[in-house]
Every structure is written in C-alpha cells, then in structure tokens.
C-alpha cells in the first residue's frame, strides 16, 4: 500500500527539516553558476506558495527545466543552511517535478531565505587531527604521556607487552 504524504506549506518551514514534500510556483530563476571548478552548475529558484517563498536549489540538468511561472512538487526534500540563509533542496534522495496543477500566487513579502539562521556547529568524528579537546581520536602511547599500561616509559617501549 502507498503511504500517504503531507504537503507542508512554505511558510512552515523550519531550519535542517528533512522528508519535505511541497507544491509551489516559481517565482525568479537566478543565472546558473558554475562551481567544484566547473564540474557542476548551480541556480536558485524563488518559490512560494500562498504562505511564503524559500530559494530552491537546482543542480546541473534540473536547471533546464524549470521557467519563471511554472508549479512544481518537492519530493522529500530537505531545509538546509547555507551562508544563514535557509535554502531548499531535493538532495540525493528527493526529486522536484514540474506539474499543471493551478497554484495560487506566491506572498513574496514573507522570503523565509531573507531570515538570518544560526547554522549548527560541524561536529568532529574523529581521525588523527586536533588535539583531545576537539574529539580527534589518538590511538595511546601516540603523542601522550601515557601507554598501553601506565607510563609508557615502564615496559612498552622495551616490547614486554
């Protein structure tokens, strides 16, 4: 059986929101730009629903299809933070899709991609960088005072253990 989603408005949108699905109509189309050193192209598209409007980054060959006018549907995108500026996304795993369906027009005065967002700090997951107050990882006896049994002076380094 297929489940049944729920179509969130614009104006709902939180900061880092996942398994987002909307209708919405185009508003802007931004100029393409080229970035990773030309292996990719990226625009922002202003969409809105009758709540709101949030930029909508569009990637390489979904550019193309999309003009100033057109309704579309996001398919489990997601709300991410770029620059403090909430931007939405299909990512890897959502899709934006072109549709007929008559949306009403979109209230371009409330740009939730205008409020100021704190972005979450970048969490460390280990690895031989930093030192421990960062959570970098160090295997002991690699840069410590300590060995695998005490002081590493006591045995370890004569290859008792």
């Known amino acids: 059986m297929a489940e ?16 987002v699905y909307l209708k919405a109509k185009i508003v802007e189309m ?10 990719h192209r990226i ?9 709101g ?4 980054s569009l990637w390489d060959d979904t550019i193309d299809q999309f ?11 997601y709300v991410s933070v770029f620059k403090e500026s909430m931007r939405l996304t299909a990512g890897k795993y959502g899709t934006i899709t072109k549709t007929e369906e008559e949306l009403p027009e979109a209230k371009t005065d409330n740009n939730l991609s205008n409020q100021q967002v704190e972005q979450r ?8 960088g930093g030192d421990r107050s960062s959570g970098g990882y160090r295997p ?10 005490g002081d590493w ?3 370890y380094k004569k290859g008792r253990f």
Do not use: M
């Open 4 to 19: 049944e989603v729920a179509y969130v408005k614009v104006g709902d949108l939180k900061p880092y929101l996942g398994k």
């Open 30 to 39: 931004g100029e393409p730009r080229e970035v990773s050193g030309g292996e």
């Open 43 to 51: 625009s922002e598209a202003l969409i809105g629903d009758e709540t």
């Open 53 to 56: 409007c949030i930029y909508l």
């Open 67 to 77: 003009k100033i006018g057109d309704a579309v549907h996001v398919e489990n995108g």
């Open 121 to 128: 700090p970048r969490t460390s997951f280990g690895g031989f």
């Open 140 to 149: 002991r006896g690699y840069g410590g005072e300590r060995g695998r049994r």
């Open 153 to 155: 002076k006591s045995g």
